[in-house]
């Protein structure tokens, strides 16, 4: 079968669309670029608000529609929705072939065969408090070690799982409902994992968790801090950069922090969200840690690990969040210099302690406006942050052509592949010129956008970039 993955959400769900993919290959399917080539469209997706579920939904729409004017298409709902909504998908969408849990992809090739002869299906996860039980564990982390290192070749990326789940239930959170408890991988498989991919030339390697800085692994006598597994990823030769995301901040010892400072790969890089910055509303989220602790955090942190680059997360507009708590945010924001944060309003997700135990009492019009007010406070503090790069030199790993680059040669392939190209188009000599400077992206290894001039062989390649300027989100420079 051609088979088109769509995918939503998290890194994590782009790690699980890459395996998903290898999975298929391997099961002889050809993965495809364009939907309409497709005869099987799966879809990885996300709960953590309404309106990510939203686009699904539309799309099964199309699809529906399409099936009904006679076009053979399978439909696949993998991911976290699949997990929230199990059954009743196919219930009420029956354009709905296959539903797969995030924690049982291995299933996904036999569930898409059967579909294909008549029989659609479902696979998910047991519900908490049980949980997947050893062996489905032992057989996802197949599905991770057996992944194929090689199938993006010349990408110099890849996310590498260390952590499942997630046991802390913030109030207003599904994850810990859709991805079942926290368990950490056996430290081995982690290292034998990254030494594989960068073998096949990945260089910059992310460690995945939800609260990955959690991460502890006991067995054959020893324990594994996640300030271990970091010293032991470090170690792989030819391993360029190791980042990792997301932090809590309950979890981030001094441990940590020395090891971001004393191992040279490790990059100075924490998205460590606080959601809140008043501990009315932090408690009623259930977060565990005071606004206080947050500040101290961001302190110890910038202490212990010289030019430390800070990222977060805000939800605003939380049930009962006062006028004053909002500030609070803002305040923070201000206080702790994030490079960027992500802002979002509060969506209330069926089944989660916050939906059943507090209305969703803020106006939609209040959570836009604050919205839109932590955004121009963190837009102020991001250029602070980034201004401080403006005449100093920083390492580069070049992601490819800016995004403006590409669009500017998309508008070009368009115009050149015109039924009539203008007459003195076959008389530029496109061919025999020198290759001509792009617009080129990277990012440094506090994980800044740099946008620059320079060959599009670079891509994939480490450079120096001299910073001339910048903006609340870019620093703009010269090879
Ligand atoms: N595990 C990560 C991220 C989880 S989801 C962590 O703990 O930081 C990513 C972000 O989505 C969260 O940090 C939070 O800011 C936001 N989010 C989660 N649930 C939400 C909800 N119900 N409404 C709005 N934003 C939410
Ligand atoms: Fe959700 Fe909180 Fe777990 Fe992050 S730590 S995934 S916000 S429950
Ligand atoms: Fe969304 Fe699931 Fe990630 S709910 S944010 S895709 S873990």
Redesign the pocket.
């Known amino acids: 079968m051609r088979i088109f993955i769509e995918t939503m ?2 890194q ?2 782009k790690l699980d669309s890459e395996l998903a993919a290898g999975a298929l290959r391997a099961a002889g399917h050809e993965i495809v670029e364009d939907r309409r080539q497709a005869d099987a469209v799966v879809y990885n997706t ?3 608000r309404q309106h ?1 579920e939203q686009k699904v939904l539309s799309r099964i729409g199309a699809d529906a529609q399409r099936k009904e004017s006679g076009k053979r298409l399978l439909v696949a709902v993998i ?2 929705m699949a997990q929230r909504m199990g059954e009743s998908l196919r219930r009420k969408y029956p354009a709905v072939d296959v539903v797969c849990s995030p924690g049982r992809l291995f299933d996904l090739p036999e569930l898409l065969a059967r579909a294909a002869a008549g029989a659609g299906g479902v696979s998910l996860d047991p519900a908490r408090p049980a949980g997947p039980g050893e062996d489905d564990i032992a057989r996802m982390d197949d599905l991770d070690l057996a992944r194929d290192v090689s199938a993006a070749a010349g990408q110099s990326q890849a996310f590498v799982r260390v952590m499942r789940g997630c046991d802390f239930f913030c109030s207003y959170c ?2 810990p409902f ?2 079942g408890p926290e368990h950490s991988r056996d430290p081995s498989h982690v290292v034998q994992e990254v030494g594989r991919l960068v073998q096949a030339g990945r260089s910059e390697i992310t460690l995945l968790g ?1 609260t990955v800085n959690s991460y502890h692994w006991a067995g054959s006598g020893r324990a594994v801090r996640f300030s271990d597994l970091l010293a032991a990823v470090s170690a792989v030769p030819g391993l360029r950069r190791l980042r990792f995301v997301t932090s809590h901040p309950t979890d981030f010892g001094d441990d940590i922090l020395q090891a971001m400072r004393d191992l040279p790969n490790v990059c100075p890089y924490i998205h460590c969200p606080a959601q809140s910055g008043s501990d009315a509303v932090l408690t009623r989220m259930n977060r565990g840690y005071t606004r206080r602790q947050y500040d101290e955090f961001v302190d110890r942190a910038r202490t212990i690990v010289p030019g430390v680059v800070l990222a977060g997360d805000f939800i605003v507009g939380f049930p009962g969040e006062t006028q004053e708590d909002h500030q609070a945010s803002a305040d923070l924001i201000r206080r702790s210099g994030y490079k960027n944060s992500f802002i979002f309003k509060y969506s209330a997700r069926p089944g989660t302690p916050a939906a059943k135990k507090y209305a969703d009492d803020i106006p939609q019009a209040v959570k836009a406006r604050r919205n839109n007010e932590l955004l121009a406070v963190q837009e102020e503090a991001g250029l602070a942050h980034h201004r401080q790069y403006v005449g100093k030199t920083v390492d580069v790993l070049v992601e490819g052509p800016s995004a403006s680059a590409k669009k500017t040669a998309r508008r070009k392939h368009e115009s050149s592949s015109s039924p009539n190209p203008p007459i003195h188009a076959s008389a530029t000599g496109v061919s025999a010129a020198a290759p001509a400077a792009v617009q080129l992206m990277g990012r440094t290894t506090g994980d800044h956008i740099v946008v620059f001039d320079g060959l599009a062989t670079l891509s994939g390649r480490y450079v120096n970039v001299q910073i001339t300027d910048a903006t609340s989100l870019t620093l703009l420079g010269c090879l």
């Open positions: 959400g998290c994590m769900n996300c709960s953590v990510a991911g976290c599904i994850v859709v991805r939800q």
